[in-house]
């Protein structure tokens, strides 16, 4: 697996999908799994944090390689510049976007290359290890995109190397969909998978938990990166003027690693990074779980939420999330802000919606996203393409 960040500190997004992935492939399958990552922790400055050199992580041998510096401040602008109108960036614009984005390893491609492995999964499609790097081993490269509809995907830089990957594992219809629109690899031996989500600990002094980070009053419940690219601005934005109309006990929880804070509101709380044991107690007690995030290629702490019974509102602009919302039944979607308002009332004054929409959800979640069968279908999945070819 090559994956631009690695580790246990690296929560959400395609590369602790990867981490979850290698682990269960080791334990369950028996397979030897190798990754080649960099040191770095923060996929905004990739800056070396871990040790460089040969690791071993829960049975995954993890090969750390030292960057060769860091994102320089002349990516900004010219992110900002290119992926306003991407369709119009030549290839070495693009090209330029992606060496300045990074990160920049100049060793992995002989390290990947030479290390023997008989299939290479790469995870994400956005950054240079992947852009760089899957060419090298084309033949036995396998395509994690985790894609969605954003201005980068359509820089002239990626279409080499989409249709140079041996095959795709998609985590929804909706991103296949996307990259065959996108692409036209509908050849290519490719499965819709998903991920699986983690099984909880039993609760645990759910109520004082609760209580320390909200206190005694109903709530809903975002969960995830704190930036306004992952909606959390909006969803503030929204939920204040919600209150401002519709004044009561009802208070927001926004729980995670904060990027970039949406304003202060008194009936917000912004708890940043929570443990487990909070994140869970937290799912447990919500009166629902808001996903406003425009761009997900899966929504992990969706399908968490799910599993605990909660319904679920999502950003309508996010065809994954509302696929999964219209597919299992379990949850509504908005659109503006009086589709989000009309959404939120539904769920806060109708205890007998909210309880269908959460078994419904987390019929599909257990049908669909355990680990097992996850991990068993990647199997099948893999070992067809080192056959001569996989079904779709």
Same mark, same amino acid.
């Given at each position: 697996?090559?994956?631009?960040?690695?580790?246990?500190?690296?929560?959400?997004?395609?590369?602790?999908?990867?981490?979850?992935?290698?682990?269960?492939?080791?334990?369950?399958? +028996?397979?030897?799994?190798?990754?080649?990552?960099?040191?770095?922790?923060?996929?905004?400055?990739?800056?070396?944090?871990?040790?460089?050199?040969? =690791?071993?992580?829960?049975?995954?041998?993890?090969?750390?390689?030292?960057?060769?510096?860091?994102? *320089?401040?002349?990516?900004?602008?010219?992110?900002?510049?290119?992926?306003?109108?991407?369709?119009?960036?030549?290839?070495?614009?693009?090209?330029?976007?992606?060496?300045?984005? +990074?990160?920049? $390893?100049?060793?992995?491609?002989?390290?990947?290359?030479?290390?023997?492995?008989?299939?290479?999964?790469?995870?994400?499609?956005?950054?240079?290890?992947?852009?760089?790097?899957?060419?090298?081993?084309?033949?036995?490269?396998?395509?994690?995109?985790?894609?969605?509809?954003?201005?980068?995907?359509?820089?002239?830089?990626?279409?080499?190397?989409?249709?140079?990957?041996?095959?795709?594992?998609?985590?929804?219809?909706?991103?296949?969909?996307? $990259?065959?629109?996108?692409?036209?690899?509908?050849?290519?031996?490719?499965?819709?998978?998903?991920?699986?989500?983690?099984? *909880? *600990?039993?609760?645990?002094?759910?109520?004082?938990?609760?209580?320390?980070?909200?206190?005694?009053? *109903?709530?809903?419940?975002?969960?995830?990166?704190?930036?306004?690219?992952?909606?959390?601005? @909006? @969803?503030?934005?929204?939920? %204040?003027?919600?209150?401002?109309?519709?004044?009561?006990?009802?208070?927001?929880?926004? %729980? /995670?690693?904060?990027? %970039?804070?949406?304003?202060?509101?008194?009936?917000? !709380?912004?708890?940043?990074?929570?443990?487990?044991?909070?994140?869970?107690?937290?799912?447990? =007690?919500?009166?629902?779980?808001?996903?406003?995030?425009?761009?997900?290629?899966?929504?992990?702490?969706?399908?968490?939420?799910?599993?605990?019974?909660?319904? !679920?509102?999502?950003?309508?602009?996010?065809?994954?999330?509302?696929?999964?919302?219209?597919?299992?039944?379990?949850?509504?979607?908005?659109?503006?802000?009086?589709?989000?308002?009309?959404?939120?009332?539904?769920?806060?004054?109708?205890? $007998?919606?909210? /309880?269908?929409? /959460?078994?419904?959800?987390?019929?599909? $979640?257990?049908?669909?996203?355990?680990?097992?069968?996850?991990?068993?279908?990647?199997?099948?999945?893999?070992?067809?393409?080192?056959?001569?070819?996989?079904?779709?």
């Amino acid at each position: 697996m090559v994956v631009p960040r690695y580790g246990v500190e690296i929560l959400g997004g395609a590369e602790l999908g990867a981490r979850m992935l290698a682990e269960r492939l080791v334990a369950q399958l +028996g397979w030897s799994v190798e990754v080649f990552t960099t040191c770095a922790q923060d996929h905004m400055t990739w800056a070396d944090v871990y040790r460089p050199g040969d =690791h071993v992580l829960n049975g995954v041998v993890v090969h750390r390689l030292r960057g060769a510096g860091g994102r *320089p401040p002349a990516f900004f602008s010219c992110s900002e510049r290119l992926l306003s109108h991407p369709a119009s960036a030549t290839l070495a614009e693009a090209s330029t976007f992606i060496d300045l984005q +990074g990160p920049t $390893v100049p060793q992995m491609i002989d390290a990947v290359a030479g290390a023997g492995c008989e299939l290479v999964a790469f995870y994400p499609y956005l950054y240079a290890t992947t852009v760089r790097v899957l060419p090298a081993v084309a033949d036995r490269a396998i395509m994690h995109a985790a894609a969605h509809d954003e201005g980068a995907l359509h820089l002239p830089v990626f279409r080499s190397v989409f249709r140079g990957a041996a095959g795709f594992v998609h985590h929804s219809r909706s991103e296949q969909a996307l $990259v065959e629109r996108t692409f036209g690899v509908g050849h290519r031996p490719q499965v819709v998978l998903g991920l699986g989500y983690e099984e *909880p *600990p039993a609760p645990d002094g759910d109520e004082d938990r609760v209580a320390r980070i909200v206190g005694e009053r *109903p709530y809903l419940l975002s969960l995830g990166r704190v930036d306004g690219l992952k909606g959390t601005t @909006l @969803l503030g934005a929204l939920f %204040a003027q919600y209150k401002q109309r519709k004044p009561g006990p009802l208070g927001l929880v926004i %729980a /995670g690693p904060v990027t %970039a804070a949406p304003p202060a509101h008194p009936d917000v !709380v912004l708890t940043g990074a929570v443990d487990e044991a909070d994140k869970w107690a937290l799912l447990r =007690h919500a009166v629902a779980f808001v996903q406003p995030s425009p761009h997900e290629s899966f929504s992990v702490v969706t399908m968490e939420a799910w599993s605990q019974g909660l319904p !679920v509102l999502v950003n309508a602009r996010c065809d994954v999330t509302r696929e999964h919302c219209q597919v299992s039944g379990g949850g509504l979607w908005f659109s503006s802000y009086a589709t989000f308002e009309a959404a939120v009332d539904r769920l806060v004054a109708d205890e $007998v919606l909210r /309880g269908r929409l /959460g078994r419904a959800g987390r019929r599909w $979640v257990r049908s669909n996203y355990r680990w097992p069968a996850i991990v068993e279908r990647y199997g099948r999945f893999t070992t067809g393409l080192l056959d001569g070819g996989a079904p779709r």
